[in-house]
């Protein structure tokens, strides 16, 4: 098969390396940044695993449209992102029989939504750990499912092909299956990205450094409960207790440098829009207050101010 990643992130670098080791499949990444394009494309993507590193052959583009008959898109950028990648590759996405959009938090799906032919794109949720050693260069920092489905039921033809993507992840080492209730996993994933991620940055600490401290812990349920209520309100059944399960997912990848930190570590924007201000957002909206994420949202805004360039 051929798949397209289109942005060369942690996440994004992960499912190229899966997807073309031992020259399983073609795959292409689109890289806006041309430089590093060409660097992907002549080094390829260096895999590290606990102990070892597996180069994987890729092909990288800044132009989407010199790529032949794709069989999907893998729509990995962040998720402030998604409109200038939508806009930059319309062309491209518009003849694509099916994208999946893998990013953190709620706020681009209505972006997606209005963008991209109805029917035609899909959405992944992953609790895979990755994080970017270099350009080009990923470390895999814990397993984790990934599961694939719409907002919008397709037609059956690409309800196959969503369901034979979920087989060529699977084989690939990234353990992918679909469902029809997306949008609860979207949903469960995020309450787990508004416990961990704003924290981890704002205490500069590991995914599992957060069990170690009462007051981490409290913020993380804090934070969590009030994002559970907003789900509530809006009719979304969230099935398992989201406490328990954010702490599960602390100990399982208690290593890894969660993807906010990443970004502040590296000065670049973060997704706290997209999550934990995603929660204060929709909880004004309904009425349900939200202090902690509030808080959360505050100190890392703090942050970015810090050290993102003024871009007005
Ligand atoms: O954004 C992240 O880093 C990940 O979604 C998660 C699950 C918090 C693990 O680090």
């Known amino acids: 098969m051929r798949f397209v990643v289109i942005g060369p992130g942690a996440l994004g670098c992960l499912f190229a390396a899966s997807l073309s080791a031992d020259h399983k499949h073609e795959v292409w990444i689109v890289d806006h940044n041309q430089q590093r394009a060409a660097i992907l494309a002549r080094d390829g993507i260096s895999l590290h695993n606990e102990t070892i590193v597996k180069k994987c052959p890729v092909r990288a583009t800044s132009n989407a449209n010199e790529i032949d008959a794709v069989h999907c898109i893998l729509l990995c950028v962040k998720s402030h992102q998604v409109q200038a990648a939508l806009a930059t590759n319309r062309a491209f996405l518009h003849t694509a029989p099916l994208t999946i959009a893998f990013q953190n938090g709620i706020g681009h799906l209505q972006t997606l939504a209005t963008e991209l032919p109805l029917g035609k794109w899909g959405v992944g ?49 990234i353990e992918t299956t679909t469902d029809e209730q997306i949008n609860q996993k979207i949903w469960q994933k995020l309450l787990i990205n508004v416990g961990i991620n704003a924290l981890t940055a704002s205490l500069d600490c590991t995914n599992g450094d957060l069990l170690h401290s009462p007051s981490s812990c409290q913020r993380m349920r804090l934070a969590i409960l009030e994002g559970a209520a907003v789900a509530a309100a809006l009719g979304i059944p969230i099935n398992h207790e989201p406490v328990s399960l954010t702490m599960k997912v602390c100990r399982e990848t208690a290593t890894n440098i969660s993807s906010m930190l990443q970004d502040v570590r590296n000065k670049r924007r973060t997704e706290i829009d997209a999550i934990n201000g995603a929660i204060v957002h929709e909880g004004h909206r309904l009425g349900i207050p939200t202090p902690e994420n509030k808080a959360l949202v505050q100190k890392i805004k703090g942050l970015e101010n810090s050290y993102l360039v003024d871009s007005a």
């Open 125 to 173: 949720v992953t609790a895979q750990g990755a994080n970017l050693i270099g350009p080009g260069r990923v470390r895999h920092g814990g397993k984790g499912h990934t599961t694939l489905g719409f907002l919008t039921p397709p037609q059956p033809d690409i309800l196959n092909n969503l369901q034979h993507i979920a087989t060529a992840l699977t084989e690939a080492n």
